[in-house]
């Protein structure tokens, strides 16, 4: 099957030119006379203003021409028919544009007679059904941009586009629905399925087209941003720009910005092109025949944005813990470990709270030494953060550009073209909100990317009515991240366990704070290669435009999976400094408000150390392989049908080397694509690692054991997506009202990155070694939480470098380790498109639209687990037993596999969305001094899968109580998982303008302003862009209590929450739980300390199961466990046991509600000084954010309160901008 489609491109692309998605346009239409009757055999002409390219056709035999592919720009467009005058027009053609004129000639005397048409450039699509805007050169200059990249500009003028810029969403299909093109070659990272890291600059780009909905059967995804390069003209021309903006002038601070200026902002976008014939001296002149086009554009940004996080105080980093004191105004009382009685494992606590500093270890004296000291001491970090400082987020890069266009004949014209990209970035990384390390060890991230890309086109016209054109084009792009000083082997420094030698800093997490000390961006790195040969003949039959033609394409990636934590990652929850409470039964747990992970990390017992081995590259292939037929049938001057379809097939991923690993459930085997002993050749495992496995159980066999094929998955070659739409003229005249519609079927791929980023986690390639002394199967004494009940006997740094051993049995526990496995069906996942459009021109260069559009997006991915261990709640519930200890803790309450394994997940095409909406748009092309664009969109949009394995699992019926969940899997998964999806909002407005002000000759206003009068009152713009949108919060589900109506007060009861030691100002969003106790309460000095301003009418909509009293005693036996969700269950043997009720269904889960507003408004003042008759000098000032509006975040949906301690949006920036054209 591949050798044949592989003979057939080849046979293709020796013996004929053909067409791809280089972004050109199509001029056609059809001649008549006044009467109405179409002219045969008259002869068009089409002249391209900037090159003089020249074209010419003759009408067919029901009058009808076409000029497929022809560069964009402006045209001359002239018709002679015999005893006819001449007809001549001109038309704009934009990026993609199917431009209809049909040229209505008149009876001549003579042959030197002209009917002269003006301006004949369609605004109204009459003959597709598909969606989609163009973006054309003057807004690309003038909207005031936050960032001279083009996906902010798609993402702000095109109806129906949501989330990231890089990765968006188009009427709520998955984010890799939409791929990005520059001339035909792909500008999308494989892996991650974003847009490459360095895009093209804006000065590179003369237009672009993104089509979102019912693409013919030539475009193969369901929606497609294309990018039309500039290219050289006969006039040379060029220009040269600086942007820059600075915290010196015209930026304002965020609420958070405590300090007396904003964050460091020193940020320059500057470049210079060029363009025009290609001449040679003597040798050689390229007018109205070669041209060359070149553009170089950098970017440099040196700035920082407040990050918040709570870490301990100054006086906890010496010893004295006497401020721990929670939210309720409660002590943590801290134990010391070296106390504990060996029979009633009960301790003494520290005197006063107060560790002696002769006890800090050397890791904590290290850490403390490289982490700031909170700015906000007075605010207490177990209720708020109290640090504030800048994040830095610096990013330097450059771009250029060269295209080529030369015109080999009146048949042929040929173009190629090369662009290159750099971009470095460094970025804070740490989580929640931790800062950068002073020595810069950990908590920042550097990002180097690398973007090549390249284009061959070549276009024939082999007569009147049949086309052509090739492309051929290859990108390429490196993305290698790595956190702080990843060259050092800091765990040998600091002491602590390196079993692999791997460098850089080992994750410390569990500190008792948000402050932690993290590989947040696990190194990883990607090359992606990607080469496509497309091809397309287009031929003219009577009224049908036939379009046929295929697709090659070839994918290289080379991926460095995830090296997480293969450096170590080790955990302070240790409970060394808790006291045992022996009514906990078989949880062996803490007495509550005892111990606290910051007082365990200044001691240095760590709780749980882990270091894993996680194999090196994967080398992948990919293949893609297309056929399409596309009929455009104009059934009479009303009606035109687009019927089509297309043919794809993805043929399974290979890995160079066969080094794939799965899972059989039929044997409870782990598949290993090659023998163990070439693995260990390879190095992606070793025998030590391998035995530890099979020592606890593990088997390994081969594909052809399993009976499935080497690459673990089938192909699907049986891909086809049909392709109608009609377009119908409601009215007739010049300005008629059009009815567009269409359904289509695509198919697309999903990100490889879920591919290898969860295949590398499994067993012999992945392995981590532990020592858990809160798990019973790796304790000394085989129960949980070792250090609660005995003195700790490993100090971090002093005596931990040992700690694991990968050559010593048991290093790998009983399910500890995950198998991530596909299943070997994976069918292509799928996007259902339809829509129902009307559109006309309103007036002079203006068009309104209004449109119905539906998607339905099936097969996505998802995961289907069933070896997870029931939460303990569900446990004894169900069981009445208590809970398992032991080597077997780890897998006894597992419902698939007791022996060895940790959980097991299928990877599915199970999932799908759904999405209806409807949009309206205005839009004015730029004309006599003005041009705008507004639309609204109405969209609804939910979804079950799609978000890789960040969420939308399937769970098995054991993690749930019996008969709460259906036993059908698609029933039980449209329960779980089918809800709103919220990254869609359900209202969007976007608006933006461009105007001329009255000033000048030829304005209103000083009309008649000569010389330097007229150079310093003309030329004024303005020019913007604004939009707002609706969110949505999802109500709490941490509470079991009684639950109550949510009522939304919106911004009806401003509060003060005082609860940290400090008042902030906010308000009380909805009732959400707040402890009666902190209502409006005073302390014994009359010092507000709760949250002021709660209404008397104030009853929470959800609380505890133990909710806390207006008056709380701490003499009630019940006062412990105020605020908290406990239960006591009687187990079969007649033990009372103590938990937390939580069923894993709670009634508000997937329950969204709508939140406040954002929205935000940028705008620009330019100046346009004509300097000679073809320089031009332009200033501009951007002003984003130009009110400054700070914004509410969305509430908090515990409590309800949106806090005003934080801005929402960005403040404002002001950006000065000279741009020289010539």
């Known amino acids: 099957m591949n050798r044949k489609c592989m003979a057939f491109f080849v046979s293709l692309w020796l013996g004929v030119a053909v067409w791809a998605q280089t972004g050109a346009g199509n001029i056609q239409g059809t001649v008549?006379?006044?009467?109405?009757?179409?002219?045969?055999?008259a002869k068009v002409l089409l002249t391209h203003a900037q090159t003089g390219r020249q074209s010419e056709t003759t009408t067919n035999e029901v009058g009808f021409y076409l000029f497929p592919s022809v560069l964009i720009g402006s045209y001359r467009l002239r018709v002679q028919a015999a005893g006819m005058k001449d007809w001549e027009g001109e038309l704009l053609l934009q990026t993609g544009q199917t431009a209809v004129v049909d040229p209505v000639l008149t009876v001549g005397a003579t042959?030197?007679?002209?009917?002269?048409?003006?301006?004949?450039?369609?605004?109204?699509?009459?003959?597709?059904?598909?969606?989609?805007?163009?973006?054309?050169?003057?807004?690309?200059?003038?909207?005031?941009?936050?960032?001279?990249?083009?996906?902010?500009?798609?993402?702000?003028?095109?109806?129906?586009?949501?989330?990231?810029a890089s990765s968006?969403?188009?009427?709520?299909?998955?984010?890799?629905?939409?791929?990005?093109?520059?001339?035909?070659?792909?500008?999308?990272?494989?892996?991650?399925?974003?847009?490459?890291?360095?895009?093209?600059?804006?000065?590179?780009?003369?237009?672009?087209?993104?089509?979102?909905?019912?693409?013919?059967?030539?475009?193969?995804?369901?929606?497609?941003?294309?990018i039309n390069t500039r290219s050289g003209s006969n006039q040379l021309h060029g220009a040269l720009f600086e942007t820059h903006r600075n915290n010196a002038f015209g930026v304002a601070r965020r609420r958070e910005d405590f300090y007396q200026k904003p964050p460091h902002l020193v940020r320059n976008e500057f470049g210079a092109s060029a363009g025009g014939p290609i001449y040679l001296p003597k040798l050689y002149n390229g007018r109205n025949r070669t041209f060359f086009f070149f553009a170089y554009e950098a970017y440099r940004n040196l700035s920082a944005t407040t990050t918040s996080t709570t870490m301990p105080t100054m006086a906890m980093r010496q010893g004295d813990f006497s401020g721990l004191i929670d939210s309720a105004g409660r002590r943590?009382?801290?134990?010391?470990?070296?106390?504990?009685?060996?029979?009633?494992?009960?301790?003494?606590?520290?005197p006063n709270n107060t560790i002696p500093l002769s006890r800090q270890s050397p890791l904590a004296k290290y850490l403390y030494s490289v982490?700031?000291?909170?700015?906000?001491?007075?605010?207490?970090?177990?209720?708020?953060?109290?640090?504030?400082?800048?994040?830095?987020?610096?990013?330097?890069?450059?771009?250029?550009?060269?295209?080529?266009?030369?015109?080999?004949?009146?048949?042929?014209?040929?173009?190629?073209?090369?662009?290159?990209?750099?971009?470095?970035?460094?970025?804070?990384?740490?989580?929640?909100?931790s800062p950068t390390l002073l020595d810069e060890a950990a908590n920042v991230t550097f990002r180097p990317i690398q973007d090549d890309s390249g284009v061959l086109s070549w276009t024939h016209t082999f007569s009147p009515t049949f086309f052509g054109e090739m492309i051929a084009t290859g990108s390429n792009e490196d993305m290698f991240i790595y956190v702080g000083t990843d060259h050092i082997n800091h765990a040998d420094r600091l002491g602590l366990p390196n079993p692999f030698r791997e460098t850089g800093f080992p994750n410390l997490t569990g500190t008792g704070f948000g402050m932690v000390y993290s590989y947040a961006d696990n190194k990883r790195r990607n090359i992606t290669r990607i080469y496509s040969l497309d091809e397309n003949l287009t031929k003219i039959r009577g009224r049908h435009e036939i379009q046929s033609g295929g697709r090659f394409r070839h994918e290289r990636l080379h991926v460095l999976p995830d090296q997480q934590q293969v450096q170590g990652s080790h955990d302070f929850s240790s409970y060394a400094t808790a006291l045992y409470d022996p009514a906990s039964g078989s949880t062996y747990a803490a007495?509550?408000?005892?111990?606290?992970?910051?007082?365990n990390l200044f001691l240095g017992v760590i709780g749980y150390y882990s270091a894993q081995f996680v194999r090196k590259w994967y080398h992948l292939r990919a293949r893609e392989y297309a056929l399409y037929f596309q009929d455009n049938f104009k059934v009479n001057p009303r009606l035109t049908l687009n019927l089509g379809v297309r043919w794809e097939f993805y043929p399974a991923i290979r890995e160079r080397n066969n080094l794939l690993t799965g899972f059989d459930p039929k044997t409870r085997s782990i598949i290993n694509g090659v023998t163990l002993e070439r693995m260990y050749q390879l190095g992606v495992t070793t025998p030590e690692i391998t035995a530890n496995f099979t020592n606890i159980g593990v088997k390994f066999i081969t594909p052809h054991e399993?009976?499935?094929?080497?690459?673990?998955?089938?192909?699907?070659?049986?891909?086809?997506?049909?392709?109608?739409?009609?377009?119908?003229?409601?009215?007739?005249?010049?300005?008629?009202?059009?009815?567009?519609?269409?359904?289509?079927?695509?198919?697309?791929?999903?990100?490889?990155?879920?591919?290898?980023?969860?295949m590398r986690s499994n067993a012999p390639t992945n392995a981590r070694f532990t020592m858990n002394f809160n798990s019973s199967a790796q304790s000394p004494d085989g129960l949980p939480n070792y250090f609660l009940r005995h003195a700790p006997t490993i100090i971090a740094g002093v005596n931990s470098r040992d700690v694991l051993d990968p050559s010593k049995p048991g290093g790998v526990s009983r399910g500890s380790f995950r198998t991530s496995y596909f299943n070997p069906r994976q069918p292509t996942t799928r996007a259902h498109e339809w829509n129902l459009t009307l559109e006309r021109e309103i007036m002079h260069n203006t068009v309104v639209k209004a449109a119905y559009v539906g998607t339905h997006g099936s097969r996505l991915e998802q995961f289907y687990t069933y070896n997870e261990a029931p939460n303990s709640y569900i446990w004894?519930?169900?069981?009445?037993?208590?809970?398992?200890?032991?080597?077997?803790?780890?897998?006894?309450?597992?419902?698939?596999?007791?022996?060895?394994?940790?959980?097991?997940?299928?990877?599915?095409?199970?999932?799908?969305?759904n999405y209806s909406g409807f949009h309206v748009e205005m839009e004015r092309r730029y004309s006599r001094g003005y041009g705008f664009q507004i639309f609204y969109v109405l969209s609804n949009a939910f979804r079950a899968g799609g978000a890789g394995w960040s969420e939308d699992f399937v769970r098995e019926l054991n993690v749930f109580l019996p008969g709460a969940v259906p036993t059908g899997m698609r029933e039980r998964n449209r329960f779980l998982n089918y809800r709103r999806d919220t990254e869609i909002p359900k209202h969007r407005l976007r608006w933006n303008w461009i105007v001329d002000l009255p000033f000048g000759r030829g304005q209103k206003l000083l009309s008649n302003a000569g010389g330097w009068l007229d150079r310093l009152a003309g030329g004024w713009q303005i020019a913007g862009f604004g939009t707002v949108r609706s969110n949505y919060w999802s109500l709490p589900t941490g509470n079991w209590g009684e639950l109550g109506k949510v009522e939304i007060y919106g911004k009806k009861y401003p509060i003060e929450d005082c609860r940290s030691g400090v008042c902030y100002q906010g308000y009380l969003w909805y009732n959400g739980y707040i402890p009666a106790h902190q209502i409006n309460s005073y302390d014994s000095k009359g010092r507000p300390n709760g949250v002021m301003g709660i209404p008397e009418n104030y009853k929470p909509a959800h609380q505890p199961l133990i909710p806390w009293p207006k008056n709380p005693d701490p003499k009630d036996p019940m006062y412990q466990w105020y605020g908290t969700n406990t239960v006591w269950i009687t187990l079969k043997n007649g033990t009372v046991q103590r938990t937390s009720l939580d069923t894993n269904l709670h009634p508000w889960r997937n329950q969204f509600v709508p939140g406040p507003r954002s929205w935000g408004l940028d705008a620009s003042l330019f100046k346009n000084t004509r300097i000679t008759e073809r320089v031009t000098l332009r200033f501009n000032a951007d002003f984003f954010n130009v009110l400054n509006m700070p914004g509410l975040n969305q509430p908090d949906s515990s409590s309800g309160i949106v806090s005003l301690r934080y801005s929402a949006n960005t403040p404002r920036q002001l950006q000065l901008t000279l741009r020289l054209t010539w």
């Open 32 to 41: 008549k006379d006044v009467t109405g009757a179409v002219i045969p055999h």
């Open 111 to 164: 042959a030197t007679e002209i009917t002269v048409a003006g301006d004949v450039t369609p605004l109204v699509t009459t003959t597709s059904s598909t969606l989609g805007s163009v973006l054309e050169r003057t807004r690309i200059e003038q909207l005031p941009l936050n960032g001279r990249f083009f996906q902010t500009l798609v993402q702000v003028t095109t109806p129906g586009i949501e989330g990231a």
């Open 168 to 226: 968006p969403r188009v009427y709520g299909l998955r984010a890799t629905a939409m791929e990005f093109l520059q001339d035909g070659a792909v500008l999308t990272n494989r892996d991650t399925g974003e847009l490459s890291g360095r895009p093209p600059g804006l000065d590179t780009i003369e237009e672009f087209r993104v089509e979102t909905n019912n693409s013919s059967a030539r475009m193969n995804r369901p929606a497609t941003t294309i």
């Open 332 to 350: 943590i009382t801290l134990y010391d470990p070296w106390t504990t009685d060996s029979r009633t494992w009960q301790r003494q606590p520290f």
């Open 371 to 433: 982490t700031p000291p909170p700015t906000h001491p007075d605010v207490n970090p177990l209720v708020a953060a109290n640090y504030y400082g800048p994040a830095v987020s610096n990013r330097l890069d450059h771009t250029e550009t060269t295209r080529i266009d030369h015109r080999l004949s009146d048949r042929d014209h040929l173009f190629l073209r090369y662009t290159h990209g750099n971009r470095w970035a460094k970025n804070r990384s740490g989580e929640s909100g």
């Open 591 to 599: 007495v509550p408000r005892t111990g606290h992970d910051s007082a």
């Open 706 to 758: 399993a009976g499935l094929p080497e690459t673990l998955i089938y192909s699907n070659p049986h891909d086809f997506g049909p392709r109608v739409g009609l377009a119908y003229k409601l009215t007739s005249g010049g300005r008629p009202l059009v009815l567009r519609g269409g359904y289509a079927v695509y198919g697309f791929p999903i990100p490889l990155r879920t591919f290898n980023a969860r």
């Open 876 to 913: 004894f519930v169900t069981t009445g037993l208590p809970l398992p200890t032991g080597e077997y803790s780890g897998v006894a309450r597992r419902g698939f596999d007791q022996i060895c394994y940790g959980d097991i997940e299928e990877y599915r095409k199970t999932g799908w969305s």
